[in-house]
């Protein structure tokens, strides 16, 4: 069972353009929100992350939304950049005594062309 | 400053060989994990040590053991590698101050092709 669904697979657009990505949930356990961004031949690394009782981050160019009722969140990439060009993946955080497990989704493939 | 490094890069092995993946991170962090991404780039949790203890062990074939000689190193031994474990295996860490928001610090992955 898939506990983070993550879309589209894959997204093209234009230079200046906004990205959207969007991720649902089910486990109402979740208390914590991650993105991450994967560049070709590197490991992930965290992009921006929100908690369940802020509807909105910002930070630069990158803004999660979060909706709780409808476990839904996703994040925008305003004025997208060539740079941005990465797979984006969406994550779910609970945490424990002395740990924090992420369930991600299946990720997206940004690609922004120039 | 290499903050969680994992050696080596790449890994090309036979069916039915053993195998391990090295881990380390200066981080001072005292939880450190390994995942699995597919060739699908799904990324999966398969183990997490605190304090060389083990605390999480995922629905992973018992071919896979971990080992955590101190808290800066988590090593991956893949004993009768099959072709399925072909794959990206990231090895990440974080500081744990117990609770869901801390920030997991990723290694830049180990591409193990098995033949």
């Known amino acids: 069972q898939q506990q983070v669904k993550q879309s589209p697979q894959s997204l093209i657009v234009q230079k200046g353009g906004i990205s959207i990505i969007n991720c649902a949930y089910e486990?109402?356990?979740?208390?914590?929100f991650p993105w991450y961004q994967q560049f070709p031949g590197k490991g992930p690394a965290l992009l921006i992350a929100?908690?369940?009782?802020?509807s909105e981050k910002k930070e630069g160019r990158f803004t999660i939304s979060f909706n709780k009722s409808a476990k839904q969140f996703s994040l925008h990439i305003m004025d997208s950049q060539p740079g941005d060009s990465a797979t984006y993946f969406c994550?779910?955080?609970?945490?424990?005594?002395?740990?924090?497990?992420?369930?991600f989704g299946k990720g997206t493939m940004l690609l922004v062309s120039p | 400053d290499t903050a969680v490094s994992q050696t080596p890069k790449y890994l090309v092995t036979q069916m039915g060989n053993d195998k391990s993946i090295k881990c380390e991170q200066n981080l001072g962090h005292d939880t450190m994990y390994w995942y699995k991404q597919d060739s699908k780039k799904f990324l999966k949790i398969m183990f997490s040590?605190?304090?060389?203890?083990?605390?999480i062990n995922e629905t992973v074939p018992n071919r896979f053991s971990p080992k955590s000689p101190d808290k800066a190193h988590l090593n991956l031994h893949i004993n009768s590698l099959e072709l399925g474990d072909s794959a990206v295996y990231f090895c990440?860490?974080?500081?744990?101050?117990?609770?869901?928001?801390?920030?997991?610090?990723f290694g830049p992955g180990t591409r193990l092709t098995v033949l």
């Open positions: 040590y605190n304090n060389k203890e083990l605390i």
């Open positions: 994550a779910a955080s609970v945490g424990g005594s002395g740990y924090s497990t992420l369930t």
């Open positions: 990440a860490s974080s500081y744990s101050a117990g609770g869901s928001t801390d920030t997991q610090y």
């Open positions: 929100i908690r369940p009782d802020v």
């Open positions: 486990n109402t356990a979740f208390d914590y």
